[in-house]
């Protein structure tokens, strides 16, 4: 999903155009995708570990009596939202953007396309999952799809400002898998103080949800950037 900048965009990268500054961007400059792929690879390879046997009889999952479907709709679910979290890095790593604009398009294509297969799938097993939640988990999957969607149409329109931001609302729902898995590991600490059921309930909502907040924020904080770099440099065209 390419993102051209013929209107006022910062993504974190210097406004000005590496051929006219004389300089090329480096990935380095933005240390923050090294630790972001780690969390990534750490999260999948702690979830999916579980199933490395793919045998129904000793995964982790729960009754699902009378749906022999579950556990290779589960197995897909699973195995697209992989490759959703991995693509999502790569769409929002700067320096693939600008110096391999091709590689670009094409991961953001897989994303899209996994963010509908893995999010269909898991609407299709989310009733087999603790009734407690399942609403939330419902709202981020709906949501996820729908940001992405539209972020796909906007970038197909031109329109790259909006794909940006849609984009990053798209990230910050499917990183509410990492929210969800530690917080709940906290919460299951404290049972003593918390209710079981109030944990079940707040992990499938507070990641998503903050993280929406979090990238609205920067979002904010960006575009102000950019702007007071424009009045400063009205030359300048990001």
Not at 47 to 56: A, D, H, K, V, Y
Not at 147 to 154: C, L, P, S
Not at 193 to 221: A, S
Request: charged share 15%; glycine share 8%; hydrophobic share 50%.
């Amino acid at each position: 999903m390419t993102q051209h900048t013929d209107t006022v965009v910062d993504t974190g990268e210097s406004p000005v155009d590496p051929a006219r500054s004389g300089t090329r961007p480096v990935w380095w400059r933005r240390p923050w995708i090294i630790p972001l792929a780690l969390v990534v690879l750490g999260f999948l390879f702690f979830q999916l570990s579980p199933f490395r046997e793919l045998n129904e009889a000793t995964a982790p999952i729960p009754p699902h009596d009378g749906f022999p479907a579950y556990f290779p709709i589960l197995l897909t679910h699973m195995f697209f939202g992989t490759v959703a979290m991995i693509t999502v890095v790569l769409q929002l790593w700067p320096w693939l953007r600008r110096n391999h604009p091709k590689v670009h398009r094409v991961s953001g294509r897989f994303y899209v396309v996994s963010t509908l297969i893995s999010g269909c799938l898991g609407l299709i097993i989310v009733p087999f999952a603790p009734i407690v939640g399942q609403i939330g988990v419902s709202m981020a999957t709906i949501t996820w799809m729908a940001v992405t969607t539209m972020a796909f149409v906007r970038a197909r329109q031109g329109q790259f400002v909006k794909h940006r931001r849609l984009m990053l609302y798209s990230f910050a729902i499917v990183m509410n898998n990492v929210w969800g898995l530690l917080l709940g590991r906290i919460g299951f600490t404290m049972l003593d103080v918390i209710d079981l059921l109030y944990i079940q309930e707040g992990v499938r909502w507070l990641g998503w949800v903050g993280n929406l907040m979090l990238v609205q924020w920067w979002i904010y904080r960006t575009e102000d950037r950019q702007r007071a770099r424009t009045v400063r440099n009205p030359e300048v065209v990001a």
